[in-house]
């Protein structure tokens, strides 16, 4: 018993550690939850993490999938494959039983675009409990939803929220302002939730900053000593934003371009674009 007892309490200083060292809260709470969903299931079998096998995991997987969507397996398979690399560099296992395991994500090595399944589980993964998720889960409405090119996200003031009756919301974008792009995209209820709770959660730090006014970034960066005026985001920051998020989904190859053609397939079906 001892000898138990020892191991599991290496195995939870190794977890802690594992999820400490993760840079993202986002990712860190995404894969705590994976290791907790896989520790449930284990036990369930009658195992644990020690003596799991790569049929084991292969089990999970199926399990998995028979509930949540290809992309979001690959985040919690990617969760566990870096783990057991953790417990096998302290030696707790002598190999990883999820690194054989192949992605979930059939073809994904084959394609590179965004398709509606992972499309659907990258608008999940930001965590709203936050500012920074909040923020987050609006940008990528407006470019998984709305279809909006990073410069025109850049660019957005809080003047171009604007009247638009064709839609259900009422309410629209003037995006590309001054260029040959320039239009009013309608909000959809879902963008518009997403952008009321943005708004809502910065406006204390807008104020702040005297970030308020109608010449004001509309999206700006969630930095609590931000400069007078607030600070737009800036196109590297929303690239980086979405490779952070690519990378739970397995998928660091991600870009703004692939989601934007994914809001551009899905707009004859869906009505998720709409330019007026």
Not at 154 to 182: F, I, K, M, N
């Amino acid at each position: 018993m001892t000898g138990l007892r020892l191991a599991a309490g290496r195995l939870d200083a190794c977890r802690w550690a594992f999820l400490a060292r993760l840079g993202s809260e986002t990712t860190r709470r995404v894969y705590a939850a994976a290791l907790v969903q896989f520790d449930a299931w284990l036990r369930e079998q009658g195992k644990g993490w020690l003596d799991a096998t790569p049929e084991d995991v292969n089990a999970f997987c199926q399990f998995l999938l028979a509930r949540v969507s290809p992309p979001t397996v690959g985040v919690r398979l990617t969760a566990l494959r870096k783990f057991y690399t953790e417990l096998a560099a302290h030696h707790l296992v002598e190999r990883n039983p999820a690194r054989i395991v192949g992605p979930s994500t059939r073809g994904r090595r084959e394609t590179t675009v965004c398709d509606a399944p992972m499309l659907t589980a990258l608008l999940a993964l930001p965590d709203k409990r936050t500012l920074v998720g909040l923020r987050d889960a609006c940008v990528l409405r407006l470019l998984g939803e709305l279809g909006l090119r990073v410069s025109e996200i850049c660019l957005l003031r809080q003047q171009d929220v604007v009247r638009c009756p064709a839609v259900e919301t009422g309410l629209g974008l003037q995006v590309g302002r001054g260029t040959r792009w320039a239009r009013t995209v309608g909000l959809s209820p879902a963008v518009k939730v997403a952008l009321d709770d943005y708004l809502r959660r910065d406006l204390p730090l807008r104020r702040l900053a005297k970030g308020f006014g109608p010449e004001a970034a509309l999206i700006q960066g969630t930095a609590a000593n931000r400069p007078v005026g607030g600070r737009p985001l800036t196109p590297r920051f929303i690239f980086k934003l979405v490779r952070r998020y690519g990378e739970l989904l397995d998928y660091p190859a991600l870009n703004p371009q692939m989601i934007r053609r994914a809001a551009r397939a899905q707009a004859p079906e869906e009505g998720s674009v709409t330019d007026v």
